[in-house]
């Protein structure tokens, strides 16, 4: 009985342990959770990513498509300036996160857009890597402005 006892008990100690490895590891983990600005490896990751699905709408420079405010004949609006100009600052982290992951039709259903949903292109780690990169280009005094939009959408 008591060597049954032992290995119960030896078994759920490696069961435990197991477990807590995993869970270490999850945590550990070294992708993105959210945009880190000043990360040199995390802003050239979304400088490259940046470059490859967005700068084709969005502007190699960030700059927006022109008259980006004004409706096209189909009813939707251009794609907007992610530099200080345009209003990408005025949103929180997980805002700029799920826009991109799920589209902006994703968040404000029946809004059309052609912006696509990324969730099946980009990684949650690639997201948050163009993210940095957007905001990384900005300067300081727009930083700390959309610091306090994190703070307030806490």
């Excluded at 991109?100 to 969730?119: F, I, R, S």
């Amino acid at each position: 009985m008591r060597l049954v006892a032992r290995s119960l008990v030896a078994g759920i100690v490696a069961a435990v342990l197991l477990m807590a490895a995993s869970l270490s590891d999850l945590i550990a983990s070294d992708e993105p959770t959210k945009p880190d600005p000043n990360d040199p490896a995390l802003t050239a990751r979304g400088k490259v990513v940046y470059a490859e699905r967005c700068a084709s709408c969005h502007g190699a420079n960030l700059e927006g498509q022109p008259n980006w405010r004004k409706r096209l004949p189909n009813g939707r609006l251009p794609a907007p300036p992610h530099d200080r100009t345009g209003h990408t600052w005025h949103h929180s982290d997980r805002q700029l996160f799920d826009m991109t992951k799920n589209g902006t039709a994703g968040m404000v259903p029946g809004y059309e857009t052609d912006m696509p949903a990324y969730k099946d292109i980009l990684s949650d780690a690639d997201i948050w890597a163009v993210l940095s990169f957007i905001e990384s280009t900005w300067p300081q005094d727009i930083r700390e402005r959309q610091q306090r939009i994190k703070l307030q959408a806490q």
